[in-house]
Every structure is written in C-alpha cells, then in structure tokens.
C-alpha cells in the first residue's frame, strides 16, 4: 500500500485544516489508519487511529481529544483528520500509515505495528 498525505498549511491559533491521505494498492477492505505526527527535537507520537471494520473504532491522544477527528471514506480510499482549535504545539509533520488487524489496543499507538507509511505533511501554527 503506497500513502500520500496531504493538507498541511500554516494557520493561526484557533483555525482548522483537514489532512488527507490516499491509499493506493490496497488490496484489502480490512485495515487499521494511524496519523502521527512528529515535531521538531522530539519523537513521533501518536495523533489517531481508526480501523475500516470497526464502526466508533477511532482513538484519540489526550493532546487532541475533542478537536481532531478522524475518518474514512473507502470509496476514495482516503483517510482523513480533521484538525479544529489548532494550537501552536500542534505545530510538528503528521504522517499517516496504516496496518491491518491489531492484537492489542496498544498496537494502534505503536508506530512499528503499521506496515505502510505515507511522506509527512507540515502543520504550522502560530500567530
């Protein structure tokens, strides 16, 4: 599976940007996507999560709980995350990857888990 992310911008604190990434190759309707995001000096650390089978599968860091949202649209193959009340330590380049089925919950906080990865794409937010 080949992922490209896109959407990335600068915006001010309090605006909104959705983030897309295409998938292409895929051969199966059963699948896990994970965006995170890494800033710069620090590791990359899980944003969301959401599997294709699993309907009110998505998951949320703390960091973003209530204000990101993360969804699917399989008849583009696309996956999304919609980012509102943006905030300057959101700033970092968010990646999205995508696994098939998990064994533990964990699994979709574990970068190494996921089998493909797309480039990242920039999110810069100040004033």
């Known amino acids: 599976v080949q992922l490209q992310a896109s959407g990335g911008g600068l915006v001010r604190p309090g605006e909104s940007l959705r983030l897309s990434c295409a998938a292409s190759g895929r051969t199966s309707s059963t699948y896990s996507v994970g965006w995170f995001r890494q800033a710069p000096g620090k590791d990359r650390e899980f944003v969301a999560s959401?599997?294709?089978?699993?309907?009110?599968?998505?998951s949320y860091a703390d960091s973003v709980k209530g204000r990101f949202t993360i969804s699917t649209d399989n008849d583009k193959n696309t996956a999304y995350l919609q980012m509102n009340g943006l905030r300057i330590e959101d700033t970092a380049v968010y990646s999205c990857?995508?696994?098939?089925?998990?064994?533990?919950?964990?699994?979709?906080?574990?970068?190494?888990?996921?089998?493909?990865w797309g480039r990242g794409t920039l999110v810069t937010v100040s004033s």
């Open positions: 990857a995508e696994g098939g089925i998990p064994h533990t919950l964990s699994d979709y906080r574990t970068p190494s888990w996921y089998d493909s």
């Open positions: 959401i599997s294709s089978w699993s309907r009110g599968s998505d």
